[in-house]
């Protein structure tokens, strides 16, 4: 899941965060805290030194993953959506979140930043790509 986020592979990336969540939740966890802290734990889990909730830009972005190394980010904000007929709505919002409350803004000396809008719908996930502009 992490190269597939690296590589800007959004199709890649919903398929296992998708069978991810299948494999794991119950009924019980279908909360936006729970998907967001879900997101959290598999990063923390591979190693990664994650921010969350941490104040960047205007607001505070779900999800920081910072790569110094190879000087790249990653941005996800994450949402629940009420159908799954809603998912892409759900990631269009949350893109539209990083983009209005400016959450790559205070990242100097990274080369690449990625931001994604991450939406759940029981044990589906939808993750889109912000498109270069």
Known sequence: ???????????????????????????????????????????????????????????????????????RAIIIEAKKSKKESLLDKGCDAALGQIVTEKYAEGLEGYEHILCYGVAFFKKQARVKLLAAE
């Open 1 to 71: 899941m992490i190269d597939a986020l690296w590589e800007g592979n959004e199709t890649l990336a919903t398929e296992i965060i998708s069978r991810l969540l299948w494999e794991t939740i119950s009924y019980n966890d279908y909360h936006e805290d729970y998907y967001h802290a879900f997101l959290t734990g598999v990063f923390v889990g591979r190693g990664y030194s994650v921010d969350s909730n941490k104040e960047k830009g205007l607001g505070r972005p779900d999800i920081l993953l910072k790569d110094r190394r190879n000087r």
